[in-house]
């Protein structure tokens, strides 16, 4: 007769499990690497009051799954609710599964006249993909994730691409340079920067901003956050265009991440964008990272093709799949 398996028991996470599930997500997507360092990070910034619950899954003392559910800072329109399950199969995967719907239900918003939709994010090559698209979860957006690695990337390649910016009077500056003194008058420059270009960021649905209270908790107010980070296109005294360059996520060594990067309407097809990446990419280089990664969505074209033209190398794309409320448990 068979020994039957050990048991698995369900058990809220606590601060001190957060590098064992580091390790787990690591472990089970190597191509998504975690550390306890870039968990955290994304905890500080969640909202007073805002709901965020983990479950993990052990066995014999290991961990074999985990079930999230949020209010995530990226899809902040009424309603929605993240949901993010990983497990090492399909049956404890479903397991999991009801566990964060069960949890979701006892929350005030599903049990309201407030249409509810449930999110999560994949990579496309993930058995987490083809699982949740059995359970009636439909793509709702497409990212490419692309790398440059720096140390074979040629900026001589595009020298006529920057002089075009600087011909049109186009300079580099982080805010740093820009005199940031950590005012809310200069907090508030940068800020209406940012949502005037996320305003123009190609996506599925357009991005609803932070207000200036979250985002300044969230962005400046960060101990991750660095002046010297951004980089400020500017022509006299005009802010047209910015690159962001983050600090890095522990678990990918070497890499610095490049956010938002765009420009003024009235200011593109005149170089700006191309002087923002390439610049961005020196820079990096300069300070000792050796490679450079981003997202863009598949529509973005313009940004994908400088993207393609610099090196970057595209890796399986992240979906965003989600599931109208009530889902099927």
Partial sequence: MATPPPPVTLQPARPEDTGALAAFLTALHPDTP?????????????????????????QEGALVGMVETERARRFTRPGWYGLHVHATDDALRDRLYRHGLHTLGHLDPPNSQVPVTLHTTVREHWPEASWLQRLGWQEHERMWISTLDLRTFTPDAFTERRARADREGVRMQTLADLGWDDSELLQRRYYALVIGLLADV??????????????????????????????????????????????????????????????????????????LKLSGAERARAQGWTHVRTGNHVTNREMLGINDAMGFVREPASVVLTLPWPANP
């Fill in 34 to 58: 975690h550390s306890a360092e870039s968990l955290r990070r994304t905890d500080v910034g969640r909202l007073p009051g805002e709901h965020h619950a983990v479950t993990l899954a052990w």
């Fill in 202 to 275: 190609p996506t599925t649905d357009p991005i609803d901003p932070w207000p200036f209270e979250v985002w300044r908790a969230r962005i400046v107010q960060s101990p991750d956050f660095r002046p010297g980070g951004p980089l400020i296109a500017t022509h006299g005294e005009d802010w047209i265009g910015m690159t962001e360059l983050y600090v890095p996520r522990p678990g990918i060594p070497g890499t610095l991440h490049q956010g938002l990067t765009g420009v003024r309407r009235e200011w593109r097809g005149r170089g700006a964008a191309w002087a």
